[in-house]
């Protein structure tokens, strides 16, 4: 079956730097792959996302591309803020499915901001 | 202009008894979900409609019903609360794979 896979958390950082959260992946054919992000008492918003291999997907400063060869599309971003305290989700959607398809999450990664 | 809605955002109840979580989304989509979150933040698919019909329904309890009177609404109704059905319940509507979530209701069962 499909699964995700992200760096175990939590991350803390200091405002400036440079942020990484890897996500791995494993799935049959070719899914599409995205980055949620889940702020203190919300929902989940969509941060990126790419759909084929060697997609870029970029959104606030933070990007990911689709590495199939690695199977993987790990988050970064150059200079982190305060404000991107949250819980950051990898996760991939069924490509065996056109309508109604299933998102399979990672675990989620905590990403604590110091000023 | 909120695209997906939920109600109630708390719920607290005793076991055993019976509760719904109702769903709005104005983004016109076909489908809709139900996740469950659970205290260690993992999400889970519970079920999916599209355009009214049952095409996803997870390893759930009997116990959750799903309910979608239109393509714009998803209830889900549980019965006989246990305590392990405490969690984030969000439910989530896509047109083309990319999925947009509600803003969750926490049930705390006690």
Same mark, same amino acid.
Request: proline content about 4%; overall charge negative; glycine content about 8%.
């Given at each position: 079956?499909? +699964? &995700? *896979?992200?760096?175990?958390? =939590? &991350?803390?950082?200091?405002?400036?730097?440079?942020? *990484?959260?890897?996500? #791995?992946? #494993?799935?049959?054919?070719?899914?599409?792959?995205?980055?949620?992000?889940?702020?203190?008492? $919300?929902?989940?918003?969509?941060?990126?996302?790419?759909?084929?291999?060697?997609?870029?997907? +970029? !959104?606030?400063?933070?990007?990911?591309?689709?590495?199939?060869?690695?199977?993987?599309?790990?988050?970064?971003?150059?200079?982190?803020? &305060?404000?991107?305290?949250?819980?950051?989700?990898?996760?991939?959607?069924?490509?065996? $499915?056109?309508?109604?398809?299933?998102?399979?999450?990672? $675990?989620?990664?905590?990403?604590?901001?110091?000023? | 202009?909120?695209? &997906?809605?939920?109600?109630?955002?708390?719920?607290?109840?005793?076991?055993?008894?019976?509760?719904?979580?109702?769903?709005?989304? !104005?983004?016109?989509?076909?489908?809709?979900?139900?996740?469950?979150?659970?205290?260690?933040?993992?999400?889970?698919?519970?079920?999916?409609? %599209?355009?009214?019909?049952?095409?996803?329904?997870?390893?759930? =309890?009997?116990?959750?019903? =799903?309910?979608?009177?239109?393509?714009?609404?998803?209830?889900?109704?549980? %019965?006989?609360?246990?305590?392990?059905?405490?969690?984030?319940?969000?439910?989530?509507?896509?047109?083309?794979?990319?999925?947009?979530?509600? =803003?969750? *209701?926490?049930?705390?069962?006690?």
């Amino acid at each position: 079956g499909n +699964s &995700v *896979t992200q760096m175990e958390g =939590p &991350v803390t950082l200091s405002e400036e730097a440079f942020l *990484t959260i890897n996500c #791995t992946y #494993t799935a049959t054919g070719y899914p599409s792959l995205f980055w949620y992000v889940q702020y203190p008492g $919300e929902g989940l918003q969509l941060l990126l996302k790419a759909t084929k291999a060697d997609d870029k997907g +970029s !959104n606030k400063g933070f990007e990911a591309t689709y590495r199939k060869e690695t199977t993987s599309f790990h988050l970064e971003k150059g200079s982190v803020q &305060v404000s991107d305290s949250a819980v950051y989700f990898c996760a991939l959607s069924d490509p065996g $499915e056109t309508s109604g398809s299933r998102l399979t999450f990672g $675990e989620g990664t905590q990403l604590t901001v110091n000023p | 202009d909120t695209a &997906v809605s939920q109600t109630p955002k708390y719920l607290v109840t005793q076991m055993g008894n019976d509760k719904s979580i109702k769903c709005e989304q !104005n983004l016109g989509h076909d489908t809709m979900y139900w996740y469950k979150q659970d205290s260690k933040k993992f999400l889970k698919i519970m079920f999916s409609y %599209n355009n009214k019909e049952l095409i996803i329904n997870e390893t759930v =309890p009997n116990r959750f019903s =799903p309910k979608s009177p239109d393509k714009a609404h998803l209830n889900l109704h549980i %019965n006989s609360l246990e305590l392990g059905d405490s969690a984030v319940y969000f439910c989530a509507s896509s047109l083309y794979g990319e999925q947009y979530f509600g =803003p969750g *209701t926490r049930l705390t069962v006690t």
